[in-house]
């Protein structure tokens, strides 16, 4: 009769545990990937003379990819996917990320970005720059969330 009874508390004890679980607002994440960094800075760049690719790759590698405060780096030229709304006009793609601004502007500081601007903006035809911030801010609300940072899938 004590094990019912004991049993019994602690079955009560322990689903009052889910009594305070609160139902997320708005999209719900089934998988979300891991972020790269918090900061994103991309760089689109067309060139005057496409043959420089190569060159400007092998640069950007070597110089910019290896700025320590630089988190995440990645660079190439477009890729063909035959899809319309896919943008075509930049020879060469940069992505780098920050774990903060102040590693960002320790970066666009840094002699080795600088070095690779002086290079290579003269031979620019084009360039397009964004930063990004991944906030992950937005999700506090959730509950009950598998770790990281989430996204919304739906988006891109």
């Not at 992505?95 to 102040?102: D, K, T």
């Not at 397009?128 to 990281?148: F, H, K, N, T, W």
Request: charged share 20%.
């Amino acid at each position: 009769m004590k094990l019912i009874i004991t049993l019994s508390l602690m079955c009560c004890v322990l689903m009052t545990g889910c009594w305070g679980y609160q139902v997320p607002k708005g999209p719900t994440v089934v998988r979300a990937a891991p972020a790269p960094a918090l900061i994103g800075h991309i760089v689109f760049v067309e060139l005057e003379n496409p043959d420089d690719y190569i060159w400007i790759r092998r640069s950007a590698d070597s110089l910019l990819g290896t700025i320590p405060s630089v988190a995440t780096y990645a660079a190439g030229g477009h890729l063909d996917t035959g899809r319309d709304s896919v943008r075509t006009d930049y020879d060469l793609a940069i992505y780098l990320g920050f774990a903060s601004q102040e590693d960002l502007a320790a970066y666009v500081a840094h002699e080795q970005h600088i070095a690779f601007v002086e290079k290579w903006k003269p031979k620019l035809k084009s360039l397009r720059v964004y930063d990004m911030l991944d906030e992950p801010a937005v999700y506090r609300g959730l509950r009950c969330s598998i770790g990281g940072r989430k996204k919304f899938l739906g988006i891109f």
